[in-house]
């Protein structure tokens, strides 16, 4: 390989990647509902769209070829104000989905593995003379506890309230309440240890 040709093209590959980031002081991260000091949605995005229903704290950073957006489609008018909320600290792994219609709550300190999907809506499919692309179910808001981490290829589905301190295994697939400083595995997941005073971990048995 032509090493003068390597060393170009990896200058410009970087020059790229930082110059198409989305920072709070450049025009794209000015859309946001809010969009912190030293936080980034790193190059290159696969959709992001209405941006002012969208909040993003500080020190946050949100990986490559992630798919971020308020709403249905590009300029609709949503109910409330943001919709997404992303806290301080937070990272959100690359190849990712947070798709949010009602409200998505994800505190400070979360962190997620890549291709992780977070969404507050579901299709619906109890009207079987209708395609179930056009059916929906209502919003359920979604909350994901400070200082939580959500493993690699996890779907977090409406309704869902993850506590603080949580770790969510690997593929997993959230659809409910998961406590405080537990660790949740399967599909659906369940509580598989949690923290207890005195105790320390302590395992749960699956018929609890």
Not at 28 to 38: E, N, P, Q, V
Not at 42 to 68: K, R, W
């Amino acid at each position: 390989m032509n090493n003068f040709l390597h060393q170009v093209v990896q200058s410009l590959r970087q020059r790229i990647v930082l110059y198409g980031a989305i920072g709070a002081q450049n025009a794209s991260g000015k859309k946001f509902s809010h969009f912190g000091d030293r936080s980034v949605i790193c190059f290159p995005q696969t959709t992001i769209f209405n941006e002012q229903y969208i909040s993003i704290g500080n020190d946050t950073m949100i990986g490559e070829h992630v798919a971020l957006s308020a709403g249905m489609v590009p300029g609709q008018e949503c109910v409330v104000n943001p919709v997404v909320s992303i806290g301080d600290r937070c990272l959100i792994g690359r190849g990712s989905g947070i798709v949010g219609h009602f409200s998505i709550l994800i505190e400070d300190d979360v962190w997620t593995g890549h291709h992780v999907y977070i969404t507050d809506q579901n299709h619906g499919y109890e009207d079987i003379s209708r395609p179930i692309s056009e059916q929906s179910q209502p919003e359920r808001a979604v909350r994901i506890g400070k200082g939580s981490w959500i493993g690699h290829g996890s779907v977090v589905l409406p309704g869902s309230n993850i506590g603080e301190h949580v770790v969510i295994g690997a593929q997993s697939v959230v659809s409910g309440v998961i406590p405080d400083y537990s660790v949740a595995v399967g599909a659906p997941a369940r509580v598989i240890k949690q923290y207890r005073e005195g105790q320390g971990w302590v395992s749960i048995p699956k018929d609890q």
